[in-house]
């Protein structure tokens, strides 16, 4: 369908602090309708804080620049309505909630991102309905739908906890959504039947990916149009999908040589994460 | 308009009392148990403030000249159910002040020696019984609320259970008050060898900002093989004092499984005990406690094991929001002769605002030498990433904060085996949760 609405996001000259320690210093990046970006850069660059920037989290505060989805300015949203704008995050390390199953969890939420204007209090969607569809995506993802009962990331193993970010990826399809290390602590078999996942349901669904990654696995199944590469704070350099390949194969020496800058900047706030 | 005239009421005091005992209808050794507790009263002082159950629940707020007991019916009634939803009951005592409105036993289980309903009646109907276990799971001289409830004790519900004899259907108890009235409320519970039942009780006022008093006991008595489930949900208006002595005393291979919950009340105290006095005796307690506004809640909890190879489990879980404050005190005391004693006791707090409280107190004092006792206290807060986990999710902050907090309880909610009472609490505890900014 060719007349589908073409969703875009915009970063502009996007600063972000800590507290009063500055991460981010002028990040630009833009994904069009559908894309895949790959975001990479050594430890402590400023990924996970971009990310976390994008859906607001209230500890990290943007003090200049923007972002903007569709052209609607998503720093005056709350991170709900991030979400139901269609913007989406599979944590690093995401979060226990203990007593609340996952079923439960995902009903509340698919039903939220999907009905943008639903009340507090108003229908969620029929159960019947949502436990097919759940069933469905699960067996899609391979997963035994007894996980469905279990309580939200509370003993998960690391690798069940990147499947069940991927599992609500699959059900709540955003427009755009940020990966970060979804590929980390999983073996070589769940890489790739986790590769895969995000493929399909990516690809299917026409979601913008911006895949934070230290694996080549995830961006083999997942070719990214743009590489974007981190260093304290920064995106310094862009290419395509060869860049992420330079990068898997050579590491970041070159990049560090490249950017004294922006290395020494990086070492900066490593040490300074150490003195905390 | 019709001129409503309010009905006959008496004092807490000497003149009161002695208006009480004229007004009542019951055997003589019944009345002359209130005239020995009425002087234990008079000759007893209030708690002192040092003593450790008062310590950290301010008796002074509370004046007894305040309140009031009605000696007639009042019309108020407005039956609530809420444990009730679709379930299909043996018998039904219902009272608002201590006035009994509805009192019903079905007669299949009358039929079998079941016996069930309001105290008042059945202190006649069945006085030797009544008198054999009266007060023997309660000690009228416990402290001067003790002695008040021994002296004005009226309303109530008895339930019986001959030897062998299952309960399949829950028998329900619904205490009301109106706003300033009292309820003196005894419930006595007596389950002969073998016998099973099941017993959900509520109480509470016509509105939750509703005053009154309740100065209440229950007791449980449980001869050896017996199962009883109790559920207790108490919703007094939060303007209420309460103030209960609650005991159960079970016997050789019974089982008790207590579930409370305490919502109501601005000013509560409670003593909640189970004595394991035979062999093989298992009790498990489920508590919740939710608090907002001013409440102050208070539960001095006991489970005294005295008889060998007892098991006791006891898990309270309590959320305080606003300026309100929770009390748990809890205590494992392991006689000398309760040799392969299984004890555990587990309160966690989760405090939803900076000026609310829990103080969390538990305990352990044992004499045998071959036991497994353990104990433990959490207070936490709702972590602001969980918050932030399901915003990204497009949850509201209100739906965040009530989910976490209802995840909370639900260890507690996956120990109650009764659907009707785990959805009651879940959506009274749903009711209470404040919407967040
Ligand atoms: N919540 C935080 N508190 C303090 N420092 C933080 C916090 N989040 C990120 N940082 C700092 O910001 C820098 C970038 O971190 P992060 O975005 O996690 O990097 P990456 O994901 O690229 O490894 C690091 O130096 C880190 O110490
Ligand atoms: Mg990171």
């Known amino acids: ?276 | 308009m019709t001129q409503t005239t309010s009905p006959p009421s008496v004092a807490f005091d000497a003149e009161g009392f002695q208006a009480f005992l004229s007004n009542r209808q019951e055997p003589d050794w019944l009345s002359d148990l209130r005239r020995q507790a009425w002087d234990h009263f008079e000759a007893m002082q209030w708690p002192e403030r040092r003593h450790e159950e008062w310590i950290r629940s301010d008796l002074r707020l509370f004046q007894l000249k305040k309140h009031q007991l009605s000696l007639a019916a009042s019309d108020d009634t407005e039956v609530r159910e809420q444990l009730t939803g679709g379930v299909d009951l043996g018998g039904q005592v219902t009272s608002v002040d201590n006035h009994i409105h509805t009192d019903t036993l079905a007669e299949d289980l009358a039929a079998k020696g079941v016996v069930f309903g309001s105290l008042d009646r059945l202190v006649n109907e069945h006085s030797d019984l009544i008198r054999k276990h009266l007060f023997s799971a309660f000690d009228p001289d416990y402290d001067r609320f003790a002695a008040l409830h021994a002296a004005f004790f009226a309303g109530g519900q008895v339930l019986y259970v001959p030897k062998g004899v299952v309960i399949d259907r829950p028998l329900h108890i619904d205490s009301m008050l109106s706003n300033g009235g009292s309820d003196t409320g005894h419930t006595l519970i007596v389950l002969e060898e073998g016998a099973e039942a099941t017993v959900l009780h509520e109480s509470h006022s016509p509105t939750s900002d509703a005053g009154g008093l309740h100065v209440g006991a229950l007791e449980i008595i449980q001869a050896p093989n017996s199962h009883l489930r109790f559920v207790d949900l108490q919703e007094w208006g939060h303007k209420c004092n309460h103030f209960a002595h609650q005991k159960a005393r079970v016997g050789a291979d019974a089982s008790l499984q207590w579930t409370i919950a305490a919502m109501g009340a601005g000013f509560a105290k409670v003593n909640q005990t189970v004595e394991l006095v035979g062999e093989g005796a298992s009790s498990q307690v489920n508590g919740v406690l939710s608090t907002e506004g001013r409440q102050h809640i208070a539960y001095h909890t006991l489970q005294h094991h005295i008889a060998p190879n007892c098991q006791s489990d006891f898990l309270y879980k309590s959320a305080q929001q606003d300026h309100s404050r929770t009390v748990w005190r809890g205590m494992i005391k392991v006689d000398k002769a309760a040799q392969k004693t299984n004890g555990y006791q587990r309160n966690d707090n989760l405090v939803l605002s900076n000026t609310s409280r829990a103080d969390s107190i538990p305990g352990l004092e044992i004499e045998a030498d071959d036991v497994r006792c353990t104990h433990g206290s959490t207070t936490s807060k709702v972590d602001a990433e969980q918050i932030f986990y399901a915003l990204c999710r497009g949850f509201t902050r209100n739906e965040a904060v009530r989910m976490i907090v209802i995840g909370f309880f639900q260890q507690i909610f996956d120990r109650i085996t009764i659907e009707s009472v785990r959805e009651a609490l879940g959506r009274s505890i749903a009711q209470q949760v404040r919407d967040y900014e």
């Open chain 1, 1 to 276: 369908m060719s007349d589908a609405p073409k969703h875009q996001l915009k970063i502009e000259n996007l600063h972000v602090s800590v507290g009063d320690k500055p991460i981010l210093r002028g990040v630009n990046l833009t994904m069009g309708h559908g894309q895949t970006h790959a975001l990479m850069g050594p430890n402590g660059s400023g990924k996970s804080t971009l990310g976390l920037a994008i859906m607001g989290h209230p500890g990290y505060e943007v003090t200049d620049g923007s972002i903007l989805l569709d052209g609607e300015d998503v720093l005056e949203m709350e991170p709900n309505e991030r979400a139901r704008a269609g913007l989406f995050m599979a944590f690093q390390r995401p979060v226990a909630i203990p007593g609340v199953k996952m079923a439960d969890f995902l009903r509340h939420a698919t039903t939220n991102v999907r009905r943008p204007d639903r009340k507090e209090g108003e229908d969620l969607i029929p159960m019947r309905e949502f436990r097919k569809e759940l069933k469905d995506k699960m067996q899609h993802l391979r997963m035994d739908v007894e996980f469905a009962r279990r309580y939200v990331n509370d003993g998960f193993s690391g690798g069940e906890m990147k499947r069940a970010e991927i599992l609500q990826l699959a059900m709540l399809q955003p427009k755009f959504a940020i990966l970060d290390e979804t590929d980390s602590g999983l073996d070589a078999d769940a890489v790739r039947l986790a590769s895969e996942s995000i493929a399909d349901i990516g690809g299917r669904e026409k979601m913008g990916l911006l895949i934070i990654t230290h694996h080549d696995k995830l961006l083999e199944h997942n070719p990214p149009e743009f590489t974007h590469v981190m260093l304290g704070g920064r995106i310094v350099e862009t290419g395509g999908k060869e860049l992420a390949e330079e990068l898997h194969r050579s590491g970041y020496d070159r990049i560090r040589t490249a950017y004294p800058e922006a290395e020494a900047r990086n070492q900066e706030m490593l040490n300074e994460e150490t003195a905390v």
